[in-house]
């Protein structure tokens, strides 16, 4: 079964720098973009200015794959680190999928598990405690490389610090 990602295979790439947007909230949904290096966050901010980030698309990930139906995107997207992404213009991965019912197939099975991780990190989130999070952070994924932890912090939604001193408490 051909996957969805083949529809970028002759994609033309386009790097973006570290604290770049690809695209900014109510922009117009002209193209879809696949991660290949690096990671895009897809942002808003809060009243107060500060970001509240909606999901991270990291390699071999769509960005905003759910405003591919939308006028305008419903967020910002903002390079992480330096990425590159493929990029093909909305209309023409729309009849890609159309002209193949297995990738768009394989791009709902892909949207579907997405769907199934943010609603395990939705109920991470719930948890008061950093200990509670972690704990069913870990039950879910194990333990993370070395040199991730920070991810793992970004992931359920506590500081760096905090869950360093959550770490440290259960090594003494």
């Given at each position: ?18 604290g ?11 193209s ?24 991270i698309a ?8 759910a ?6 995107y ?11 992404v ?28 997405e769907?199934q991780?943010q609603?395990?990190?939705?109920e ?35 500081s ?7 770490l ?5």
């Open positions: 079964m051909s996957h969805w990602i083949q529809i970028f295979d002759d994609a033309p790439l386009r790097e973006i720098a570290k770049t947007l690809l695209f900014r909230r109510e922009d117009p949904v002209k879809m973009y696949l991660v290949q290096s690096g990671s895009i966050a897809l942002e808003r901010s809060l009243a107060d200015g500060a970001p509240l980030t909606l999901h990291t390699t071999g990930a769509a960005v905003a794959e405003s591919l139906f939308a006028k305008t419903h967020c910002d997207a903002v390079a992480r680190s330096v990425t590159t493929a990029v093909l213009p909305r209309s023409k991965f729309l009849f890609a999928l159309g002209d193949r019912p297995d990738a768009a197939l394989s791009l709902i099975e892909t949207h579907a598990k769907v991780a609603r395990m990190r939705t991470i989130l719930r948890l008061r405690r950093v200990a509670d999070r972690l704990d069913a952070w870990i039950d879910l994924y194990g333990e993370p490389l070395k040199g991730k932890w920070i991810t793992v912090a970004d992931q359920i939604g506590v760096p610090p905090a869950l360093y001193r959550e440290a408490r259960r090594r003494a």
